[in-house]
């Protein structure tokens, strides 16, 4: 068996300032727009963050490293076995009139269906957050992949 992880990437820019991607990406009710179905926590080192999907999926995950307007990131704690373990995250910078997103979903022990799975998702959903501070638009949760 092998000790190798592996890791999703995904950078983009958004036309928005670093504060209100900031905000988009770690206050509950603005996740909402673009991700989960419903959500709870703070940007607060240590915090807990409930992200639910469906009652089948009702996930929490730690806050593992926050720097406000800089970087967020949350380690998994209760979610699918895959995805235990695994810390996703922001990292934010200032690009001319917008910001730079560097995301990235690390720690991943296989490279199986649902991690090649979960990068296509992400990168929809990070179209998602980009629509949504861009363009004022909200997918409705059904029609999010």
């Known amino acids: 068996m092998s000790n190798q992880e592996f890791s999703i990437y995904h950078d983009f820019s958004i036309n928005s300032s670093i504060n209100k991607v900031f905000d988009a990406i770690t206050i509950p009710e603005k996740l909402n727009n673009w991700w989960p179905l ?51 995250g922001f990292e934010l910078e200032t690009k001319n009139e917008g910001t730079l997103v560097k995301f990235s979903h690390l720690g991943w022990s296989f490279c199986n269906a649902e991690y ?6 992400w990168a929809m959903l990070l179209k998602g957050l980009k629509d949504y501070l861009e363009k004022d638009l909200i997918l409705p949760f059904e029609e999010r992949e």
């Open 116 to 121: 090649r799975n979960s990068s296509f998702c």
């Open 38 to 88: 419903k959500s709870s926590g703070s940007p607060e080192l240590g915090a807990e963050y409930n992200l639910n999907f469906t009652d089948k999926y009702n996930w929490y995950g730690t806050v593992s490293e926050v720097i406000i307007n800089k970087s967020f990131f949350i380690k998994m704690t209760q979610s699918s076995h895959d995805w235990n373990d695994t810390t996703f």
